[in-house]
């Protein structure tokens, strides 16, 4: 049998221009162009040819380098340096411009917002392009972990602990100082770097402890303060809530954050005023799961005339609803701001709940409950049967009637196509299961790159090639924004 073997002495290698390095229809050409259709002064992208001293690597450079990048699922800016010396794509993106891992790492860490304007501006094309419509947006979340230990998150008692011991090692090595000075035996030198890493670590505490009561925090972590603990179906991690909003025409993403919080409960109307934000005008509908469904959060996107599905608890748990006892069967008599039971008897308003932010009543007399042919059915309670009233109470009755219609339950058949997509592609093929960076704005950068790589891919798929899509590109330039 004949082997096909490498001949490193080939002459004829490589072409002789870098344009010739990759093919008409390499993606590349695709990242390449979309970038370069982006309006530099929204990105926020300052250039300055007339800048003194060193030459800077140019800025959209950088720019296609990190997004490119991330489409390959390679974030370290150590893996992006070699990517520019030895991988051909690279080297004509960059049109054969190495920079060091350093300048990456700096270029990412200074220019954040830049980055997540990137994801805003690849949303207004997909627009512009007619690959995004606008009228109905899909929400949701998934934890993401952060470049921090679970281990270092500490409550305030935890970490006065630690900083007891550190100081208690401090005093050790200030009395081994002095023994060595007395006896004049053994190496100052190495206990005094010990005593300068024990110093920062102090002060290091002394700062975590004055962020926890400045922000009234329970817990906090060492490594990235703005992380937070959270359960997954891998564990406990420490990391982030990571939000997309996509557009129920093609799946594309119109908005992508990051929160500090482990639950969803205050984000719906914030994720989807970002979605609307980036379209310029109001969505007709906004859906998402049950992790969303705090009324007076929805409220906010309601009182703007936007169509809301959403699921409350109770639904999304599939509670049985013909429970003859449910609160459902107790009708609020307005008038006189009372529910009545099944039986006829009332239940009157009690008080109002500052904490938690409802209204609660009960039976007007305990006797009566106790007395009825129902009682250890319908309740237990030696007071009575009880009923909460939300302060919104009117509009989760209208949100679960929509919810239920035939056309709510359409609606939100095609969320799991829509919204589970992107994460999947994030978190598997962009290698995205984790964040690499710390912080909040730094993690709401890298978040924005992944989203924009999901958008671009599906860009190349929608428009029929990397070709057809440079070709529409061009026309959108072409056109007044």
Not at 388 to 402: G, Y
């Amino acid at each position: 049998m004949a082997y096909r073997e490498g001949d490193r002495c080939q002459m004829t290698l490589l072409p002789a221009v870098i344009e010739d390095y990759v093919g008409q229809k390499d993606p590349v050409r695709a990242y390449d162009a979309i970038i370069d259709a982006m309006d530099t002064d929204k990105l926020g992208l300052v250039i300055d040819r007339d800048q003194v001293g060193n030459p800077a690597y140019a800025r959209e450079s950088m720019l296609k380098l990190l997004v490119y990048g991330y489409s390959y699922g390679w974030r370290s800016s150590r893996k992006l340096e070699r990517a520019c010396y030895h991988n051909l794509s690279f080297i004509w993106l960059m049109g054969g411009l190495k920079p060091d891992h350093k300048t990456i790492a700096n270029f990412r860490k200074d220019n954040k917002e830049v980055v997540r304007e990137v994801l805003k501006q690849t949303a207004r094309i997909c627009l512009r392009t007619g690959l995004i419509e606008g009228n109905c947006l899909f929400t949701d979340s998934s934890k993401v972990r952060g470049a921090a230990s679970i281990g270092e998150t500490r409550t305030r008692k935890g970490w006065e602990q630690e900083l007891g011991e550190v100081d208690r090692g401090i005093e050790e090595l200030l009395a081994k100082c002095d023994e060595i000075d007395k006896k004049e035996t053994g190496s100052l030198v190495e206990v005094m770097e010990e005593l300068e890493d024990k110093r920062k670590l102090q002060s290091k505490i002394k700062a975590l402890l004055k962020q926890m009561e400045r922000e009234d925090r329970k817990k906090i972590n060492g490594t990235d303060t703005d992380c937070v603990n959270f359960k997954g179906r891998q564990g406990s991690h420490a990391g982030y809530s990571a939000h997309v909003t996509v557009d129920e025409k093609n799946g594309l993403i119109v908005s992508a954050d990051v929160v500090s919080e482990a639950t969803d409960d205050n984000q719906f109307s914030a994720q989807i005023e970002q979605a609307v934000d980036t379209l310029g005008r109001p969505c007709q509908t906004a859906v998402a799961d049950a992790g969303y469904s705090d009324v007076d959060n929805i409220k906010q996107t309601t009182d703007k005339q936007i169509d809301v599905i959403v699921p409350t608890q109770r639904q999304a748990l599939h509670e049985v609803q013909d429970n003859p006892f449910g609160k459902d069967k107790f009708r609020y008599d307005a008038e006189n701001n009372q529910y009545l039971c099944p039986s006829g008897k009332c239940l009157r308003y009690s008080h109002y709940s500052q904490k938690k932010g409802h209204y609660l009543y009960r039976m007007e007399k305990a006797s009566l409950c106790r007395e009825c042919a129902h009682w250890g059915v319908c309740t237990t309670s030696k007071r009575g049967r009880a009923i909460i009233r939300l302060k919104e109470e009117e509009l989760r009755e209208k949100l679960e009637a929509r919810y239920a219609s035939e056309e709510g339950q359409a609606i939100y058949r095609k969320r799991k196509a829509k919204v589970e997509l992107p994460f999947g592609h994030i978190k598997r093929n962009l290698n995205g299961g984790a964040f690499l960076v710390r912080g909040l704005a730094g993690v709401r950068a890298e978040w924005a790159i992944l989203a924009s790589c999901f958008n671009i891919a599906r860009m190349i798929t929608l428009t029929g090639g990397v070709e057809s899509l440079i070709k529409r590109l061009a026309l959108v330039d072409s056109q007044p924004a």
